[in-house]
């Protein structure tokens, strides 16, 4: 079974530069999370769909972040534009429709922005 | 969700047990208590979660206090591999939130 697909494993970019993160979770999960973690810190929750909606997105700064979880499958999270304090993991986590359940989460998108 | 206290760092010896401690003394009943670790560079990776047993798989051992307000995770037999970052949370059907977690280092 194919685990959750992240990409690109590593961005650099410039400040004020758009970025785009994409995530595949596993197959026939519903519900799919992206999570931030800076250096020396746990991860922070930025987004939790169910299936195509965002159930959760509470502390997902909308100035310049945005998700989207077309057909309640694939997702991209987005920033525009980037700022030095952007620069973390970004990781993604999916699991099946449940309680109690366990997330399954990918290797992470390491931003970097100079 | 309740929140959980962990020490920052704990050492073992390969191939001795790694006891590793959560106090979460707020949980309340319809809570479980999970555990994650993060390799280095890697995402966390779930290893066990209980309600109020304890519970044993193929990874590790979950003892839960009888008042839930503590619970160890036990690495029976730790090997190198098991360095890593172990986080103790406490959540019912929403979002996990994690805290910083333990740094457990095993030694040769």
């Known amino acids: 079974e194919a685990g959750v697909v992240q990409s690109p494993r590593y961005k650099i970019i410039e400040k004020k530069q758009p970025v785009a993160f994409w995530c595949n979770p596993i197959?026939?999960?519903?519900?799919l999370y992206w999570y931030r973690q800076n250096l020396g810190q746990g991860p922070e929750l930025l987004i939790r769909?169910?299936?195509?909606?965002?159930?959760?997105d509470s502390q997902l700064p909308k100035d310049r972040f945005s998700a989207e979880r077309l057909k309640g499958v694939d997702s991209t999270l987005k920033i525009q534009p980037a700022e030095l304090g952007d620069s973390a993991v970004y990781l993604c986590?999916?699991?099946?429709?449940?309680?109690?359940?366990?997330?399954?989460f990918g290797e992470g998108s390491r931003l970097t922005v100079l | 969700d309740a929140k959980t206290t962990q020490p920052p760092s704990m050492d073992c010896a390969e191939g001795r047990a790694a006891n590793l401690p959560c106090n979460h003394s707020?949980?309340?009943?319809?809570?479980?208590v999970y555990w994650y670790r993060q390799i280095h560079s890697q995402g966390p990776q779930y290893i066990i979660h209980?309600?109020?047993n304890n519970e044993t798989n193929e990874m590790a051992s979950l003892i839960i206090t009888e008042d839930r307000k503590s619970s160890t995770l036990i690495l029976p037999h730790a090997t190198l591999r098991d360095t890593a970052v172990y986080y103790c949370?406490?959540?019912?059907?929403?979002?996990?939130?994690f805290g910083k977690g333990t740094m457990l280092l095993v030694s040769p």
């Open positions: 986590a999916s699991r099946h429709t449940g309680f109690p359940g366990e997330l399954f």
């Open positions: 197959s026939g999960h519903n519900t």
């Open positions: 769909y169910e299936n195509e909606e965002a159930v959760d």
């Open positions: 707020t949980i309340s009943g319809n809570e479980y």
């Open positions: 209980g309600l109020k």
């Open positions: 949370i406490v959540a019912g059907y929403s979002t996990l939130t």
